[in-house]
């Protein structure tokens, strides 16, 4: 996976400026739907996810190419840490990824779910995948197993997951060595899993919630960064740059959503100004969760319930405004052809995680009769739409290249993504081991790949909507769980309504 990148704010120019107004003026002229089949893509989607399994598969398994793997993760510690999900292309458990992954599949079937039809199912499938390891890594009251594998020794190969023989050192935070970023993050998420499961599954839904209260009450009283005592397991992988206030607001915001005790709504108040939530950073992803706590608690604002989380609301407005395309203060970037781009690799997970915003905050809008003031215009929820769904059409091929970027759909996409499994001959073709180095070979072959990872979206084109298909450009081919978690709730929501 790409490591950790401090996105700087992009240059102001006159020129960029009149592109987004040009790129403005396309969208309102072109609403109409390039015929995208959003249902395929959306079946795709959350069949990536079984792709990603770590450990036992299970006989239901439809991705038929991927193998057991990893069954004896947490052994060396002691503990059972089998199950979860590879974060990319690399065969290690990253848990700060894994568990904002499982939150926005949880936050997808939240507001989404109605409109999924056969794929509902699958996608509370691939949320139970990661809540049901995630119960594993919190097991033990007051650790949290926060990644399993080395990741040195696993980037230094390439390996099917099946035939890894790197370490599999077990990483995790206590009472001595805090991480308040990775312990909210896997609250928020065991805690958004639990309203997924409250009347699907009750008994699991409480010990999820449950767990939820243990884990946040340890992230809360014993604070830091875990990238402070796990600095070189976890940097510069998924290294906590932004700081640990964000998840605790963030943890509190779902366990006041799924549990709605006072305590929470109290928390979240009290430490509105202290954790920072009006840090309307312009970005929503595994490290950043300003501009999600803020259009997550603004839903109650707008539903007319909630008065004391009014600044939440108005910050949501204000990320709104900053990202939309065409005023005259974009701190987002929109390349030539549409898509919004941040420097820093791997920009599709922005694209996805901005744009499902943009949709979650358009529909609360929609609910409450409301649009966004913005300084020089104001934007309502069917713009909002539309800019979401012309990032998610870019994605499935309304682009300069006219490519999906999205394996296996559409007819043409990604044929070398930056994938171990994807990139080497399967276990039923080829049972015999490949070893370490004798993978290098595949990588660095011309050849696409032998096995198609469907549904994965990789990294996707520069800022000049220029793609290389090339593996050892990573920041472009690899794909993630946290690019694809986000785009199931918008696929979910455009399958239904074009
Ligand atoms: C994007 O990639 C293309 C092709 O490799 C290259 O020519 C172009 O300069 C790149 N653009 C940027 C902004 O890096």
Known sequence: ???????????????????????????????????????????????????????????????????????????????????????????????????????????????????????????????????????????????????????????????????????????????????????????????????????????????????????????????????????????????????????????????????RRRVYREYIVRNEVVLRAGDTINEFGWDNKHAGINVLISKEVLMGKADYFQSFKQNADEFICSILPGLSHPQVQYSPGGLIFKPGGSNMQHVTSLSFLLLAYSNYLSHANKVVPCVQTSASPVFLKQLAKRQVDYILGDNPLMMSYMVGYGARYPQRIHHRGSSLPSVQVHPAHIGCKAGSRYFLSPNPNPNLLVGAVVGGPNSSDAFPDSRPFFQESEPTTYINAPLVGLLAYFSAHY
């Open 1 to 259: 996976m790409a490591p950790n990148v401090l996105c700087l704010p992009g240059n102001v120019s006159a020129f960029r400026v009149t592109l987004a107004l040009l790129l403005l003026l396309s969208l309102l002229l072109h609403p109409i739907s390039a015929g995208h089949d959003y249902h395929d893509a959306l079946r795709k989607s959350i069949l990536f996810f079984e792709g990603q399994r770590s450990g036992k598969l299970p006989p239901d398994q439809r991705l038929k190419w991927r193998r057991d793997s990893a069954l004896h993760d947490g052994y060396t510690a002691g503990v059972d840490l089998t199950g979860g999900y590879y974060d990319a292309g690399d065969n290690i458990k990253f848990g700060f990824p894994m568990a904002f992954t499982t939150t926005l599949l949880a936050w997808s079937v939240i507001d989404f779910g109605r409109t999924m039809g056969p794929e509902l199912k699958n996608t509370v499938r691939a949320v139970k995948w990661g809540t049901d390891y995630l119960l594993k890594a919190t097991a033990v009251p007051d650790v949290v197993f926060v990644q399993v594998g080395d990741p040195y020794s696993d980037h230094n190969c390439w390996e099917r997951p099946e035939d890894m023989d790197t370490s599999r050192a077990v990483y995790k935070i206590d009472k001595n060595h805090p991480g308040s970023d990775v312990a909210g993050e896997t609250a928020a998420a065991l805690a958004a899993a639990s309203i997924v499961f409250r009347s699907r599954d009750p008994a699991y839904s409480r010990l999820l919630l449950n767990r939820a209260v243990r884990v946040f009450e340890f992230a809360d009283r014993h604070r830091g960064a875990y990238s402070a005592s796990l600095r070189s397991a976890v940097c510069p992988f998924y290294c906590d740059v932004n700081g640990f206030q964000d998840e605790l607001l963030w943890g509190a915001a779902w366990l006041h959503k799924a549990s």
